[in-house]
């Protein structure tokens, strides 16, 4: 059971730690005018899933009509995190290129951390070929403790280096 604890601890405070940062730069009351376009694809949601495939005419407007709104209106952030069930690094490395974070810092973590994710699967899913035993359970708690810490560290930068407006 430690390892889906351990996952579930790495997750957990990621999308946690996401969603308190949002609430912060959605109290900001920012403009989109104000932010980086990265912030503001995040702000639309999921207006772009209407562009897949041929669309009609309604849906041109209604995609319009909330790019317009993002325009006109304070940008406010979903506070859903989508992690795609699993936490590794190709997510992790999206998640730091949406908010400019330094995902080379991550680099010496995530093959233990998907280490962790595929042994997190295989008990997810009644495999029993996959036994962890305590020096991996010890190296995926260090990989996680060490991610969580660049990733505070990474949030810290992020809000003190004002990262969310624009460069002037």
Known sequence: MCVPMIYAHWEGFVVSSL????????????????????LAVLAMGDAYKSLSGKQSFEQRV???????????????ISNKIDTKSNLNKSVLKEICEIYSFD???FDSLVADIDRLIHVRNCI???????????????????????AIDIFVGEIDLFVEHEAYLMAN
């Open 19 to 38: 969603k308190i940062l949002i609430e912060y730069l959605n109290g900001l009351n920012l403009k989109s005018n104000q932010i980086p376009t990265k």
């Open 62 to 76: 209604a995609f319009t009509d909330k790019f317009k709104i993002l325009f006109d209106e304070n940008v406010k």
């Open 103 to 105: 995902y080379s810092k």
């Open 124 to 146: 997810a899913h009644g495999e029993n070929s996959v036994v962890p035993n305590f020096e991996n359970v010890e190296k995926f708690i260090d990989a996680v403790n060490a």
